[in-house]
């Protein structure tokens, strides 16, 4: 099964694709957590991409798709994946297109999480992950049981450098103007779910579940 989810920033993609991951033993594949992760390994890459994410803008679609391809080389992707994050401009679902088409695949499903915006800014600048496991809690509707420590390991929780207010507007306007466009690149492969993305997070799953099934 190979899947996309799409969704504003704050949707709940990262949750969603996780509890999918879970269900149908697939990968999920995040370009976020890739691009965090060169970020506290200091690579070159990680480095290069600091001015861009902190600004809450898009990475190039040049260093994006160099990067997936590393990943798609992996034979742990072989059983399917779930794409959280990618792609997120017309380029880079060209690209896409083409590594799939280079290994005679297609893709099942295209998962679009609508969220009206004033819900996704309460909701990202509550947002507090787990140092070690990413583990995502709201400081609102979801707290953890002592105040900025994860209740899984322990760990200290931090607050995404963009998830600030200002950051998440600009999130929120990059993703209507480059990110929205790609339901309709994907609309004629007949693909494309809406999902509303509102409401209780096991909910949102029961949606996505009747779809998938
Ligand atoms: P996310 O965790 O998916 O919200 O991504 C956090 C940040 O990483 C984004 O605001 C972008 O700066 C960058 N990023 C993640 N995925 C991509 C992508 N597919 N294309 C460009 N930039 C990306």
Redesign the pocket.
Known sequence: MRIIIVGP?GAGK?TQAKLIVKDFHIIQL????L?REHRRQETKLGQA?IK??DG????P?EV?LGMVAEEFKKPELKPGYIL??????CP?AKGLDQLLEDRGLALDHVLVLEVPDSELVRRLTARRSCSECGHIYNMVFNPPAVDGICDLDGSPLIHRS?DTEETVVN?LGVYKKQTKPLIDHYQPQGVVRHIDGTGDMQDIYQRILAVLK
Not at 30 to 33: A, F, L, R
Not at 56 to 59: K, Q, S, W, Y
Not at 84 to 89: N, Q, S
């Open positions: 920033p990262g995040s370009t976020g957590d691009l991409a861009y994410m809450g803008n898009l990475v679609d994006i959280d994050g990618f792609p997120r401009t880079q963009d999130r």
